[in-house]
């Protein structure tokens, strides 16, 4: 049994490096053309949302208490997955 705050370190690091490849692709935004920066600058617009619902559900994980804290995983999980694939979806688009 994954005890609680053990999950939430590991979540919390790899929260930060989802955020880290978000601002890399920022980065590499700033270098396009006109058009495809804002397409691109949209993604990723759309990306902080999630990684910000994210957050908030790790907030609430932290506050949880009990085994209701395995219902927040779920969540934290399935919204982390789709997080990732949009990511890539980005990243694989504008390299």
């Known amino acids: ?15 930060n ?11 590499k935004a700033d270098l396009l ?11 990723i617009q759309s990306l902080r949302q ?3 619902a994210i957050a908030n559900k790790l907030d609430q ?13 779920a969540g934290l999980e399935s919204a982390t997955k789709e997080l990732k694939g949009a990511l890539g979806k980005a990243m694989d688009q504008f390299k």
């Open 1 to 15: 049994m994954e005890d609680k705050d053990l999950y939430r370190e590991k979540f919390e690091a790899n929260l």
């Open 61 to 73: 994980l932290k506050q949880s208490s009990g085994e209701a804290w395995k219902d927040i995983k």
């Open 50 to 52: 999630k990684r910000d």
């Open 17 to 27: 490096k989802l955020k880290a490849q978000i601002d890399v692709l920022e980065a």
């Open 33 to 43: 053309k006109a058009e495809s920066k804002l397409e691109l600058k949209q993604q």
